[in-house]
């Protein structure tokens, strides 16, 4: 065999052979990979940098922590001893100073959801851990509105492939749409207040999210007020005899009748949006807090 004018022998032939290959191999890997984290990292970054045991654990037992916290939001016994009480609420803080959450609205979590799926992240999305915890599936409304992000995501479909399905970005931004419309409040929670550490969209039923109630019931702080506040254009009120749907939807009580119309706690709102949507004279708005930041959801929204 000839090479280059040079005489090989067979032996040789071979392993220049298996080199040429070998190279055109590593040359396709890297190509492959340069695609892959070139479009991961096109766009923000998650910042998820949870212990890969303790994302297993969490994503596994995620609706018994739930369970947990919910029976003891739930034992006024707790709550009338001082003691019981003092420990029950140092326990809570700790736990909220590692992970805790900020409410969205639905137009910052629809950027949010497209612009994590565009920078190349798993979205996925399964049966709420509180109505699990709570043994509470509905008939009538959604039951699968956690939505996962990144590893989280990946860790949840793989512990629970019959519960969790992955979504494209215009399928996630019609679900958050629907479950806008049915109501549900929607809260990203991240881990130690580390900007862009968001694991988790919780679309929340008022009526079955165990940290919204606790923190009604016991004034457990599970998630902070969203950067914005509902203002009513009192011109455009209907009146509450005539519609008064934004009172009965606040899960927050931040809606109250005013001289017939619906007036807004501002102290109160937080910046949900759900009365938005429902509000019949298009007399409700939001409007954006001065000074108001996200954290967990900063970088994925303007």
């Given at each position: ?165 992955r979504l494209d ?55 902070r007020k969203g ?76």
């Open positions: 065999m000839f090479e280059g004018g040079i005489t090989l022998t067979e032996p040789t032939a071979s392993r220049l052979e298996e080199a040429r290959r070998l190279a055109s191999l590593c040359a396709a890997a890297t190509c492959i990979s340069g695609s892959m984290i070139a479009h991961v990292g096109h766009g923000a970054t998650l910042e998820q940098n949870m212990p890969r045991f303790l994302m297993r654990l969490g994503s596994r037992y995620e609706h018994l922590i739930m369970r947990t916290i919910n029976f003891l939001a739930n034992r006024e016994f707790i709550y009338r001893n001082p003691t019981l009480k003092r420990i029950t609420d140092w326990i809570s803080d700790k736990v909220m100073s590692v992970t805790n959450g900020e409410v969205l609205c639905l137009a910052e979590a629809q950027e949010m959801v497209a612009s994590i799926a565009g920078s190349g992240y798993t979205i996925a999305t399964g049966t709420c851990p509180c109505r699990r915890a709570r043994n509470n599936i509905s008939d009538e409304v959604p039951n699968n509105t956690d939505m996962v992000f990144g590893d989280w995501a990946d860790t949840y479909l793989e512990n629970y492939p019959g519960l969790y399905a970005a215009r399928q996630a931004t019609e679900l958050l749409e629907d479950f806008d419309r049915h109501g549900f409040i929607h809260q990203v929670y991240g881990f130690r207040g580390k900007e862009g550490a968001a694991y988790v969209m919780c679309n929340c039923d008022p009526s079955v999210c165990i940290p919204l109630l606790a923190q009604k019931a016991r004034g457990l702080q599970a998630f950067r914005s506040v509902a203002v009513v254009a009192m011109d455009s009120c209907v009146g509450v005899a005539e519609c008064g749907v934004c009172i009965a939807r606040c899960p927050f009580d931040a809606r109250s009748e005013a001289g017939g119309k619906s007036a807004v706690d501002a102290e109160t709102c937080f910046g949900c949006g759900v009365c938005v949507v429902s509000c019949k004279g298009r007399a409700t708005s939001l409007e954006r807090k001065q000074g108001a930041r996200l954290v967990y959801a900063r970088g994925f929204v303007e």
